[in-house]
């Protein structure tokens, strides 16, 4: 038998544990797809006397990073620490000490990858990480291998397991965003604290990791515009079922007129398609690509064990060679061409518009008309007959046909500045595919 | 600039053609991704004369399999000849002569994987054959590489996009398979003889290279039960509808009681599931792993530039040295496990039937006591009052309770050997996620 590959594993959190499980429990399997076998030989965690179920010997666990960084038989290290700090010194400390690393930190690779990969190459290491995101789904490895004939066009991504979890419940049960947000945090799908996956971040942080693979730019997590699902309710859920659509929380990154347009955001997706059909705590990534065309990857986007199939799937990768051929080629596109430029999301798109009117006549007609003015065909309007006083606030929907964004949202602002409106207008894409 | 890497193509046909000008249109893209440039040596073809519309050089085009295989300036050659002989043939030329091996042809490797792997090996050299399965999803990097880590529970898939398009065309257009056919093979979506598409021996053959990589079992593939889709009618249709199904023609390859069961049939999807929502000539496949759970691919699973994404990307992996260790391992696992041994396709399922009976006093109770008999418990009946006259044949369509296949077969054969009944039972596995 060839001499095994010894590893660090650094966090015995959720994760961590999941794959120091994987790789005892599955230790067989992994061994005929390594080529040799994976042994857990150090796992550093801050409370080592914590109870995880796993059969790890207490003598292998201890707290200080530095039992994995300087153990020269050590040559693959997993980092499934959260958040920026310590995780950035932790990854360096590894990459200096000559590991390769495994992770599946998206916040640390959105804040910090650009250092982190330039370290990583300067001491002829790799980091892989496709655990960083949409959990199992090998989205990572599509982009970088399995697509890397292609040009990626466009991306469009469910990326974030607890927000869709929120919205597909709230469709389902016709059930209100706080009391869905608490169902989710009892089921274990939301954090206590779930401003990162409501608000957008994480999904945010996500994407512009798929954006370096795919279009070879680092952008700025923070430069993205994003917008998270804590305005959604289940009022607009009903009036997008009316049309057809259902609403999920989308990433998006393309090329368009020369530059890379990107956003987070709330979106229509048509009924019947597959980002509509995505449900629950799954992720969905829906790609184009010049070759291949539309193609489209569904599962489990976050859990223990999803996420230490894709960790192990990249301890395999990196201990076979695999990783380190890909990380060498790993978002090495383009940087000179256009998409490295981001510009705004100004694409023709349909546009599905909740606009808060006053119940008076002639209202419909000033509405329809600013939008006119600024050149938005209307495709449909929905006005139910009002319960309410004359003159009381009423929504009015309108569905676009496809229009300049950059037109709606100046269409937007003229109407929430009228006399006619109380209240700030909803308006989100609208994805007929 | 480090030297190119020079490439042979075998066969200039519809995938030939697509694969000479990806790697011509998109060359700086993909000397990026192979971090060397790729160039077409020299591609061989029956008919080098024929306008293609290729920009390559006319001294490059030729007849010979042995301008490549003895060209010691090309490394890595593409088989782009369908059928078993000369690319049997052509392929052993290939290893021998020292080339490691990119091919599309599933026909060739579900018959003489073996002994052509073998070859491979022996002599060295890989064989990649992403496109030989799904086209431009990339389901063979997933399951040998992505979910390496993950014991493969069950594979599912829509392997075949030119049934596919004639199935999801039937239903939509509520048109007769003839017909549709007609249409298909107008449109280019099938051949003019679609035999080896619509009998199910195509998404057969690549069930077979699916389940050697997820089970690490070569199962002859004339040895997997097989149903095409030419008993489909527009009537089996209405009536799955009418249940809130789907027709579709499934490949479903799965772990049960220690064995391999496998078989490729016309099946009953849940409308709203992926493989329901997988229309016209895209493939799919789903999956369940027992880390990552359930996962879903969709793409365009033929076409001449979807499938070229697929051999590229394969001749990429290997310019990088990624196939050659992938091809190490793959197919490796379990084989001296319980996977290896193949069983009879006796899972608990729900079961469609449609038994076209004599519309007479009584034969609703003996066809369901026939069905009670064998422990076979029903979940709904749909007869619909019969227009013709008493006595004349009428379908009746039964959807069953979980049960073993095996006894809904000896149902089956008992009804159909009754006198109450005229003509054979279709019957048909029901699968709701």
């Keep these: 038998m060839t001499q095994p590959v010894r590893v660090g594993i650094v966090g015995l959190g959720t994760v961590g544990s999941g794959v120091v499980r994987l790789l005892m429990e599955s230790a067989d399997h992994i061994t005929r797809h390594a080529g040799r076998p994976i042994v857990v030989e150090r796992a550093v965690c ?4 914590r109870d995880r179920g796993l059969r790890l010997p207490a003598d ?5 990073i530095r039992d994995v960084s300087r153990d020269p038989s050590i040559t693959v290290a997993a980092l499934l620490v959260g958040g920026l700090e310590p995780a950035r010194s932790m990854m360096i400390d590894l990459l200096e000490h000559g590991k390769d ?3 599946a930190n998206k916040a640390l690779l959105a804040e910090h990858g650009p250092e982190l990969f330039e370290l990583a190459r300067k001491k002829g290491r790799s980091i892989a990480f496709e655990a960083a995101v949409a959990g199992g789904i090998p989205i990572v490895a599509a982009i970088a291998e399995c697509l890397a004939a292609n040009r990626i066009e466009s991306i469009r991504g469910i990326l974030n397991g607890t927000s869709n979890f929120i919205l597909s419940t709230m469709e ?36 512009a990791i798929l954006a370096h693979l795919a279009f070879g730019v680092w952008v700025p997590w923070g430069d993205i515009p994003r917008t998270g699902i804590e305005g959604v309710d289940s009022d607009l859920m009903a009036y ?5 659509y259902r609403i999920r929380l989308v990433a998006v990154a393309s090329r368009s007129g020369g530059k890379l347009a990107m956003r987070l955001a ?4 048509k009924v019947g398609t597959p980002l509509a059909e995505t449900r629950g705590a799954y992720n969905a990534v829906s790609l184009v690509g010049d070759a291949v065309g539309r193609m489209f990857f569904h599962g489990l986007g976050a859990g223990q064990m999803p996420t230490a199939s894709a960790v192990v799937a990249d301890i ?5 060679g695999r990783a380190a051929i890909t990380f060498r080629t790993t978002g090495v596109l383009d940087t000179d061409g256009p998409a490295a430029r981001m510009g705004g999301m100004d694409t023709l798109e349909k546009h599905f518009l909740r606009v808060c009117v006053n119940d008076l006549p002639g209202v419909l007609s000033r509405i329809t008309g600013i939008l006119g003015e600024h050149g938005i065909s209307i495709a449909s309007v929905i006005q139910h007959d009002p ?15 496809a229009c300049s964004t950059a037109a709606v949202e100046r269409a937007v602002a003229h109407i929430d500045a009228s006399d006619v409106v109380s209240g700030k207008t909803v308006c989100l894409s609208v994805l007929d595919e």
Excluded: C, N, W
């Design 240 to 244: 997008a079922g009316e049309l057809g």
């Design 387 to 401: 319960s309410g006083a004359s003159g009381a606030a009423v929504p009015l929907v309108i569905m676009t046909h």
């Design 316 to 320: 395999i990768d990196t201990v076979v």
């Design 172 to 207: 389902e049960e016709g059930a209100d965003y706080a009391d869905v947000l608490k169902l989710a945090q009892a089921k274990g799908f939301a954090e206590a604290d779930p401003a990162m996956d409501v608000d957008g971040t994480d999904a945010t942080q996500k994407l």
């Design 101 to 103: 690393v495994v992770t």
């Design 46 to 49: 801050r409370d080592p006397a």
């Design 60 to 64: 292998r666990v201890s707290t200080d």
């Design 266 to 269: 709330p979106a229509l997706v």
